[in-house]
């Protein structure tokens, strides 16, 4: 069975418990983060909430969001 890609409807008397949301992590330009496929890097650039560019030394990406895969150090 796979899961669809828009939310359930919650109904106000559920008595089930609405699953928290994470919080979206935001970076700042110098933040020294890691992402699980390309490593250790600094982040060189932000574009609002949307993606994130940053430097790998070898290589520079940019990562969409949300950020997943990548946390600050």
């Known amino acids: 069975m796979t899961e669809s890609a828009v939310p359930r409807r919650r109904l106000?008397?559920?008595p089930f418990k609405v699953p928290?949301?994470?919080a979206q992590e935001r970076f700042?330009?110098?933040d020294r983060?890691?992402?699980d496929?390309?490593?250790l890097g600094r982040v060189i650039g932000v574009t609002g909430e949307t993606s994130v560019d940053v430097d790998f030394g070898s290589r520079?990406?940019?990562i969409p969001s949300p950020f997943?895969?990548?946390y600050r150090l």
């Open 12 to 14: 106000p008397n559920s």
């Open 20 to 22: 928290a949301v994470p």
């Open 28 to 30: 700042s330009v110098g």
């Open 33 to 35: 983060v890691t992402h």
């Open 37 to 39: 496929v390309y490593g």
């Open 60 to 62: 520079q990406e940019r």
């Open 68 to 70: 997943s895969r990548m």
